[in-house]
């Protein structure tokens, strides 16, 4: 089997050594290289044509950002970000401008604490072996002009057929759910309602991030926040957002995993909480990611009568939940990305069917 051959780039001697340590634990890994700066890192990814990256954001000489942008003008190679939660924020610029994931370091300061994020390391390591370069690219460029993708304001009074949109993804999900989001420039009569697979303390600004691009709210969940039409919630970092009826409304209820549950936030807890409460008014929507996280929820969800769609082959960074889902045979359509805002849009009965 081919190697996965790394490049780790990151000023810290003992962080380097830490990851290349954890990497070469993991069968299938060759770590062919090592820089302290982004300078260094492009120089040793030209050499050496590794098949990926550990990048350290904060950096001399030349920092994180700096090299990724060079990198995927240049020399695009899939870059994972290993960064300490206080620069959340900068995760989230680093994924718009090509890493394929990012993993929290559990803290900022030189501690054996750097090896607990082994396992997530091996995970996203391994969506490697599934990653479409190409499309990562893809995503990178532009956004198309607003007007080509925009969602038409719907006359005033116009109902949903849809009461809630709750939309899965994984690896290469934040652009992904960053198009759809800022396709939006008026609050839709549904609610949606994310989970996307993240460590806790970052989807606090992750939700920030998307609220600034759109024409609804958008806020990480909290225990009793309303379900509401033209409200989108996050599901917290580390945790599972499920939903219960509190008389004639419907409130987020904020739970730690299961002992089943490998991928967190859960889609598949999100999507059979959804089912429950509102079956034939629900939409499930399962975008790019590594593993089979949503294909349990979207049975239940149309045994119920809800509708399904997944993103496509074509647009996915890693084809591994939404193949899982269609996989179940209850997929209603299978959409790229650039087609997914108007297919939501026209499920929820808000346009007119186009040919």
Known sequence: MKKIRVVVVDDSAYNRRAITRMLEELPGVQVVGYATNGEEGIRRVIDLTPDLVTLDLEMPRMDGFTMLRILMASTPVPVIVISSTSGDEKVFKALELGAVDFIAKPTSVISDELLKIQQDLHQKVQAVFKLNMARVQKRVEPAPPVAEVAVPTAPAGTASTIDIVAIGSSTGGPPALQRIFSSFKDAPP?????????????????????????????????DGDEVLPGRALIAPGGHNLVFARLGDKVVARILPPGPKDRYVPSVDVMFRSCAELYKNRMLAVVLTGMGNDGALGVREAKKVGAQVVAESEESAVVFGMPREAIATGVVDRVVPMDGMVREIVLRCGLLPRFA
Do not use: C, D, Y
């Open 190 to 222: 549904f609610a949606m309602v994310i989970s996307q697979h993240m460590p806790a303390g970052f989807t606090t600004a992750f939700a920030e991030r998307l609220n600034r691009s759109t024409g609804f709210e958008v806020r990480e969940a909290k």
